[in-house]
């Protein structure tokens, strides 16, 4: 059994399988887009018809996150600190 499908694959040219490649990852890119749409657009369905006034709060502020990138990523807090 093994052998027949070697055989069927021995004979399919490489071209071929590197289409077939191409036309699975492009069907998941596309697929995960069209996913990706309908969920969003159910969310905005949510929205339009439970919270029609409804406004994102700012949890996470601008200074803030600036702030922690200061001193957790360039690590400069201090001297950042004494520019401000």
């Avoid at 919270?51 to 949890?59: A, E, I, L, S």
């Avoid at 990138?69 to 600190?81: E, N, R």
Wanted: glycine content about 2%; aromatic content about 20%; some cysteine.
């Amino acid at each position: 059994m093994l052998y027949k499908t070697t055989l069927v694959l021995n004979l399919i040219p490489p071209i071929m399988n590197a289409m077939a490649i191409f036309c699975v990852v492009l069907l998941a890119i596309s697929s995960l887009l069209i996913v990706g749409i309908v969920f969003f657009s159910f969310l905005k369905w949510i929205k339009k018809n439970y919270y029609p006034n409804w406004k994102f709060p700012d949890y996470f502020s601008v200074g803030y996150a600036e702030y922690l990138y200061h001193k957790y990523i360039k690590k400069d807090l201090q001297a950042w600190l004494d520019k401000q």
